[in-house]
């Protein structure tokens, strides 16, 4: 029976993390998804209940972490143990690493880290500013699969196929291959984020702290698990030991949360995962889980010094977070998706996971995620950059896959008609007004109805003396909507003739 709980387990994670790949490859123009892309970012209580401290609002489409949290009520913490794709990514490298069981047994003293970071990051979202997007690992695999491990899988599997295409006669056999792939899985074009390398790096560090013993991570540093754990205290899913345990410490050497005590027969709720481990691993069938009360409960390793501390390195965080640039002229060219909400809720409620810079990369490619442009309160948050993409006239996708509604939901006629910013002529490097040659590219791709670029003939001096017509454009800043395709395709090499600001923009 043991044995068969484990692999139902098992199957549970493998289809929870397929279930999330499925669910990020959905999110492409056109947009047709069997279920909304961000169903499981919407399943993580951290994300919900740090967006309601922070931005003071209840996100509805948030139910199903409440879900999850009543249910860990009663089974404890088997969201890490079947769901998280992270804890499942995680278990896959141990394995693959193999960290010695005895390091991980034999040492607890970190565990209280967890609880002093979910302490500082609702100190910090009470104070108004909201850092699930650090930590919280869900937002963690969908930002790392968005703006890392997919662009790297899309530039290998274009390169082994355009390499096997010198192959003359594979060709047929390879175009049919590529069309399908395209179908489904390949973009059009090779997407390209911003701060990629930044985000693998974090990324792989957290897998490499299964060196230091199995779900390192999840044991040490999750906040989520934690506020999972505080709910498990008293949970009804008990570990039961009979009387033929021979206190072998088989099933303690065998715990990745290190959650068994040395007896062998009492465990601590707030630390299992459900993983059923040590009940398949007892020689003597010792170990089941039954349904059943006990007045019983797990102390949360979390002195009172530590949480005063905790809360008061959250305070300091806050004001940190809070500091900018003394150059506020950087904000000008902060350029938000259309149907942003205002600044400040903006940040409180987006949660850095990339899926609407996911879906962007497949029209327009627009968005990217901020550096420092936002200020620190603002890294990776989706910023509009013309250099790499604009903001398709047609498109309003990025709205529809927000989990926390940090980006207001608009028709595509009320989103064709939001201001997000306005565009501006360099003079000194536009063609028609820098060398005095007629350039109309951007009137040409402008695409609102009334074109917010006009031309006014007028005459240029060249550099001998003479004098000719030209067509100089212009932007009617009432028709500009800020969309930057203008400055996206400016052939100016370089810096682009036109820039884009975001004076007139709108948010909700």
Request: charged share 15%; glycine share 8%; hydrophobic share 45%.
């Amino acid at each position: 029976m043991s044995q068969y709980l484990r692999r139902i387990r098992l199957a549970a994670q493998i289809f929870s993390l397929c279930l999330f790949v499925f669910l990020f490859l959905q999110a492409v123009y056109p947009y047709h998804p069997f279920f909304p892309v961000q169903t499981m970012l919407q399943w993580s209580p951290l994300v919900a209940l740090l967006t309601l401290l922070s931005s003071h609002h209840v996100v509805a489409a948030m139910w199903p972490a409440a879900l999850i949290l009543f249910l860990t009520l009663f089974l404890g913490r088997f969201f890490c143990g079947w769901v998280c794709p992270l804890g499942t990514i995680i278990d896959g490298f141990d394995y693959l690493i193999r960290p010695k069981k005895k390091l991980l047994s034999s040492s607890s003293r970190f565990r209280w880290w967890k609880f002093a970071i979910l302490t500082f990051v609702v100190i910090t979202a009470i104070a108004g500013s909201q850092l699930a997007w650090v930590f919280d690992p869900l937002v963690i695999v969908n930002r790392v699969l968005t703006v890392a491990i997919f662009p790297i899988f899309v530039f290998f599997t274009e390169a082994i196929l355009g390499l096997l295409w010198n192959v003359q006669f594979l060709n047929k056999t390879l175009f049919g291959i590529h069309r399908f792939l395209q179908s489904f899985l390949l973009p059009l074009h090779q997407p390209y984020f911003r701060q990629g390398g930044t985000i693998l790096v974090l990324f792989l560090l957290i897998l490499l702290l299964s060196g230091l013993g199995r779900r390192f991570w999840c044991r040490n540093f999750c906040p989520l698990g934690a506020l999972l754990g505080i709910f498990s205290k008293y949970r009804i899913l008990q570990r039961v030991v009979s009387e033929q345990c021979d206190s072998c410490n088989v099933c303690y050497f065998n715990c990745r949360m290190n959650a068994i005590k040395a007896d062998c027969l009492s465990f601590n709720k707030v630390e299992c995962i459900n993983s059923f481990e040590c009940a398949a691993v007892c020689p003597k069938g010792a170990v089941t889980y039954r349904f059943g009360w006990s007045p019983k409960s797990s102390p949360i390793d979390l002195s009172r010094r530590r949480f005063l501390t905790a809360g008061a390195v959250g305070l300091l965080g806050v004001g940190l977070l809070g500091l900018d640039f003394p150059d506020r002229n950087k904000r000008g060219s902060l350029i938000r998706p259309p149907g942003a909400l205002s600044e400040d809720q903006f940040l409180d409620r987006c949660i850095r996971c990339q899926e609407c810079v996911r879906i962007c990369a497949t029209t327009g490619a627009f968005l990217q995620p901020a550096w420092l442009e936002a200020g620190w309160e603002g890294i990776w948050s989706p910023v509009g950059d013309a250099r790499y993409g604009y903001c398709e006239y047609t498109c309003n996708l990025c709205a529809q896959v927000c989990p926390t509604g940090a980006i207001h939901l608009l028709t595509l006629a009320e989103k064709q008609q939001t201001k997000i910013g306005t565009a501006y002529f360099d003079k000194s490097r536009c063609i028609p007004w820098y060398s005095g040659d007629d350039c109309m590219v951007c009137e040409e791709h402008c695409p609102t109805p009334e074109k917010a670029i006009v031309f006014r003939e007028g005459e240029f001096v060249t550099a001998h003396g003479k004098v000719k017509k030209v067509k100089y454009p212009y932007v009617i800043e009432e028709r500009c909507i800020g969309c930057g395709i203008c400055v996206n395709r400016c052939p100016v090499e370089g810096k682009p003739g036109i820039f884009l600001t975001r004076d007139g923009e709108q948010r909700y």
